[in-house]
């Protein structure tokens, strides 16, 4: 073909066939409906609001800008009315005669930069009106445009045509009339109506009300008369986005009623930020730290997440891409003007904008519990009670942030021996020895065990803090956590233990003379013990216990393999390495016991105490209980 020959065509519409596929395929719950047409309607009275700013008349007496909505169950009908900027002929052909064509995206282009800002307009697509039809085989619009004189009624059955009329109506404004399916007569009941602006617009500006039926004259338990009550219409919905004004504006009273109402939760909240961010990318946070752990908290499935709005109108629930999985006890709700959500916004499609204000978010959480640790210290206990053990998966899941979530972190430890995680890193360090280069801490099964562990007795001795760590993710974390102010971490149950300039030279002479004393002991140990142990050797971190184990440098600790086995994966074994204290009166025996298979048996049943003490198990308990019951018996010989 010639460049003479080409021509440039439009794209041909199947119109029925698009309407409908858009109708049935674009919402997947039904009650959006109401949401679209609400939020359409509340458009409607914010563009006349911003006319009469400059033109007063067009309000006509009635500047109440409201929107009401209203059932027929015996016609099996929906009303949804505004007396909003209404409809011209040419508009109604414009807005509901051309699909994806949004009044509203039109109306704002026009406005100036700081309208724009002031605006509470809504409409982004030009879709949501269709949405009518998941519900009614029929819709019936009535409209009148502000200062015009005539009406006009547009009517369709969703399938690609529709009729216009001029009409007489009596007040400007839109009234749209939804003709329900047979099958979708629920949405006909007030009560059903009435919750579904609770949940979707509760929070649009303009005050969506609902006919409140007369309560008549009646007659009290005592006789009395209780007068009767007339009928009006009622505002439903808070008609405020509480989020949206000023934080000076806002008390503590009301900042804790709308937590009730975001988080379902009755307890008031422990602390919370309310923030506006401008710039790159604009959004609305309020965040609360709640006081309780909900009882599924646990569940990794568990559907968390800040409640999303987009331009003050209800989106989702639980949006879960807004806040890393280590904060998902946060409550409370995100408004964006600038999210990708498809058109239907029912999907949120996680891109440079949800990381960015992901990012924004867990940095504002963040501080929030560091200024509640630094100026709160006992409403943080409380919340680190509740919530210590989710924070601990923070470093693995959240580099960026290790630093901010180690200052965050609360431990156990042998300054004060109490269970009670009320240690912070910062106070450990404070606390330091001098020549101290690592910080020391011990993970056992629960703190009783880690509290008595064999490992801590050089450094009790040496009066050197250890932190004790018993919480099933303890090990876990310490595997991303490697250290803090510049401190590596350091477990006493792993590697050689070396104090350095902590030991002193009298401590060492003494060390190698009592291991002169049992010189040989460790061949004959690693003769009898065959397999069961990586290595036996002498150590000086006991002092009142005979023998211990310890993992090497590069092998998984058993910690983690008890760990691993427990959520039903493979852990290769790692053999420990047992460590004898020389100063100890049963290593002495042993090294004069001349009995090779009592010397054999001692052998065993001392690596099985030291397995015991550490792992808090044996892979073959009746084994032990053998051997120690034969010594036993021939010592009471």
């Known amino acids: 073909m010639t460049a003479a020959q080409k021509e440039t065509l439009g794209f041909q519409t199947e119109v029925k066939q698009l309407l409908n596929l858009m109708i049935h395929s674009l919402y997947s719950n039904k009650e959006i409906f109401l949401r679209e047409l609400v939020s359409n309607a509340s458009d409607a009275a ?6 009469a700013l400059s033109n007063g008349e067009l309000y006509q007496g009635d500047a109440d800008l409201r929107v009401r909505i209203s059932a027929d169950k015996e016609k099996n009908t929906v009303t949804i009315s505004d007396n909003g900027i209404g409809m011209t002929r040419d508009e109604v052909i414009s807005s509901l005669g051309t699909i994806a064509k949004s009044g509203t995206a039109e109306f704002f282009k026009n406005l100036t930069g700081d309208q724009s800002k002031d605006s509470q307009l809504i409409g982004q697509f030009g879709v ?5 039809f998941i519900v009614a085989d029929l819709v019936t619009v009535r409209t009148r445009k502000a200062g015009e004189e005539k009406g006009v009624e547009w009517q369709s059955q969703g399938e690609g045509e529709y009729t216009l009329e001029e ?16 099958d979708e007569k629920e949405f006909a009941d007030e009560w059903r109506l009435r919750s579904i602006v609770t949940k979707y617009s509760d929070h649009i500006s303009t005050p969506v009300q609902m006919y409140k039926a007369e309560v008549p004259e009646s007659e009290g338990e005592d006789g009395e008369k209780i007068p009767a009550v007339p009928g009006e219409w009622e505002s439903i919905n808070r008609a405020t986005a509480m989020w949206t004004r000023d934080k000076s504006e806002l008390s503590d009273e009301e900042y804790k009623e709308f937590y009730k109402h975001v988080s379902h939760d009755w307890e008031d909240p422990l602390s919370w930020a309310h923030n506006k961010v401008e710039g790159k990318t604009e959004y609305t946070s309020l965040l609360y730290i709640p006081k309780k752990a909900p009882f599924d908290l646990w569940n990794r499935d568990r559907q968390s997440g800040l409640k999303l709005y987009v331009q003050r109108v209800f989106v989702m629930d639980d949006a879960e891409q807004f806040m890393p999985s280590y904060l998902r006890f946060v409550k409370g709700l995100l408004d964006s003007n600038d999210l990708p959500l498809n058109v239907s916004r029912e999907i949120l499609q996680d891109n440079k904008v949800t990381q960015a204000i992901r990012k924004g978010c867990t940095s504002r959480t963040l501080k929030l519990l560091e200024r509640m640790a630094k100026n709160k210290a006992d409403d943080y206990q409380v919340f680190w009670n509740e919530f210590g053990q989710v924070i601990k998966e923070g470093p693995a899941e ?29 106070q450990y360090v404070e606390r330091m020895n001098e020549g101290q280069d690592a910080i020391y801490y011990v993970v056992a099964d629960s703190f009783t065990a880690a509290k008595s562990s064999p490992h801590l007795e050089i450094f009790r001795k040496k009066g050197i803090e250890v932190l004790l760590m018993s919480d099933r993710v303890d090990e876990w974390m310490m595997s991303h956590l490697t250290e803090f102010a510049e401190k590596p971490f350091k477990s006493i149950t792993r590697g050689d233990l070396d104090l350095g300039s902590l030991d002193d030279e009298e401590t060492k002479k003494a060390q190698e003379e009592s291991e002169k004393e049992v010189a040989g002991l460790v061949e004959r140990i690693k003769t009898a013990l065959g397999d069961n142990v990586k290595d036996v050797r002498f150590t000086h971190r006991l002092t009142d216990s005979p ?3 310890v993992a090497d ?24 390495i047992f460590e004898l204290n020389p100063e100890h009166q049963l290593v002495k025996h042993l090294n004069v016991e001349q009995d090779e298979d009592k010397f054999a048996q001692w052998s065993h049943v001392l690596l099985d105490q030291a397995l015991l003490a550490e792992r808090g198990t044996l892979k073959d308990p009746a084994g032990f209980v053998t051997r120690l019951n034969k010594l036993m018996l021939d010592l009471s010989k």
């Not at 914010?46 to 006319?51: H, I, S, W, Y």
């Not at 092998?555 to 420990?576: F, H, N, R």
């Open 46 to 51: 914010d563009k006349l609001r911003f006319l």
């Open 128 to 132: 949501g009106f269709y949405s009518a």
């Open 167 to 182: 009409i007489e109506k009596a007040g400007r404004g839109t009234e749209i009339t939804l003709h329900l399916r047979e």
């Open 398 to 426: 959240d580099a960026a942030n290790k630093e901010a979530i180690a200052k965050l972190l609360r431990f156990s430890s042998t300054h004060t021996d109490e269970e009670a995680q009320n240690v912070s890193l910062e």
């Open 547 to 549: 023998a211990c184990v």
């Open 553 to 576: 440098d590069n092998d998984m600790s058993s910690q983690m393999q008890k760990l691993m086995e427990s959520v039903g994966q493979a852990a290769p074994e790692a053999k420990p």
